[in-house]
């Protein structure tokens, strides 16, 4: 059974500070990462994707991937009241079409 | 601008109705999705397809069926309406992209109850 693991939260953060959150997978086949954000009452809108080790640094945010360890992170600097949601952390592997899913860290950052 | 598009944003039925649920996208997408998400469960894929009239079951597909008669379009279907079906359903697309990036995108979900 594929599983992709986070901390479900919620994770409570002061504004300006660095928010970290983190996703172990179980599977050595996958191949690429996705970082989703989820509003309450929307849907999932993908913030960052990653297929390499080490860091990938898009503004304020940083996914970083070893896959030796297993696991997948994802910083995000000078956090922002906005910056309130739930992250979804997604693994992909090619022997199917399938995104292997998280369930969701609740990410609170006070103002 | 990728768009994926679901019929309603809020669906009211009843026990035992026959529920249609509509998920168009307009950017050539091979790959399409169901998905149900309830609190504390995450998203739970129903049924996907990779292509017109090919579908998979995902991780659970009781009491859904799907159909894609045109590469755009996929639609899930309730035979039978039951309380525990009441939640939100999300439609996605994604490229078949062999080279790892399989980004999905998201509609607007339809939040359904089932009375």
């Known amino acids: 059974q594929k599983e992709v693991e986070q901390n479900s939260g919620p994770l409570s953060v002061p504004e300006g500070a660095i928010a970290s959150l983190n996703c172990t997978y179980s599977?050595?086949?996958?191949?690429?990462f996705f970082w989703y954000r989820q509003y309450s009452g929307k849907s999932p809108e993908l913030i960052m994707f990653i297929y390499s080790n080490g860091d990938k640094e898009d503004g304020r945010f940083t996914a970083q991937l070893n896959k030796a360890s297993q696991y997948v992170s994802l910083l995000i600097r000078d956090s922002q009241p906005s910056d309130s949601a739930t992250y979804l952390c997604a693994t992909y592997m090619d022997s199917n079409y399938q995104l292997i899913w998280g369930a969701g860290t609740k990410l609170i950052i006070k103002p | 601008d990728v768009k994926v598009t679901q019929s309603s944003r809020y669906l009211v039925k009843r026990t035992g109705e026959k529920v249609f649920l509509e998920c168009v996208q307009d950017?050539?997408?091979?790959?399409m999705f169901w998905y149900r998400q309830d609190p504390g469960l995450g998203l739970r894929l129903i049924y996907f397809?990779?292509?017109?009239?090919?579908?998979e079951k995902g991780d659970i597909p009781e009491g859904y069926s799907v159909s894609r008669e045109k590469k755009e379009r996929f639609s899930l279907i309730l035979e039978s309406a039951s309380t525990n079906q009441t939640s939100m359903y999300l439609c996605?697309?994604?490229?078949?992209?062999?080279?790892?990036?399989?980004?999905?995108?998201f509609g607007p979900g339809t939040r359904l109850t089932v009375l």
């Open positions: 996605a697309s994604s490229l078949l992209d062999l080279a790892g990036s399989n980004e999905q995108f």
């Open positions: 950017m050539d997408h091979e790959n």
């Open positions: 397809s990779y292509d017109v009239k090919m579908k």
């Open positions: 599977d050595r086949g996958s191949q690429s």
